[in-house]
Nanobody, 121 residues
């Protein structure tokens, strides 16, 4: 499966953005999907995941502010980000795996190219 992330941008603290991850070349509904992010000089960090069956999980740092979702008919995953903080600034990646759904980046076989989110204070 090929993944294409978009929707990043520059926003002031407290603002909102919605990221999208469009999939092609596979049976999207069969994949567990996740968002990760990576700030300069830091390791890639788990943000949220949505199982193929629709269950969701968010990291503690974004819980209550970000919401992951998927639309299997549109073959797209979303990340609604509200109440953004400067520490949310990072390159955001979408990832997919047919069999695993974890918070570990190495467990995912397919990755999008990343979309930059910058939050100014």
């Amino acid at each position: 499966v090929q993944l294409q992330a978009c929707g990043g941008g520059l926003v002031q603290a407290g603002g909102s953005l919605r990221l999208s991850c469009a999939a092609s070349g596979g049976t999207f509904s069969a994949y567990n999907m996740a968002w990760f992010r990576q700030a300069p000089g830091k390791e890639r960090e788990f943000v949220a995941l949505v199982w193929s069956g629709g269950s969701i999980r968010h990291s503690g740092s974004v819980k209550g502010r970000f919401t992951i979702s998927r639309d299997d008919a549109e073959k797209t995953m979303y990340l609604q980000m509200n109440s953004l903080k400067p520490e949310d600034t990072a390159l955001y990646y979408c990832a997919a795996d047919r069999y695993r759904a974890t918070s570990t980046a190495a467990d995912y076989d397919y990755w999008g190219q990343g979309t930059q989110v910058t939050v100014s204070s």
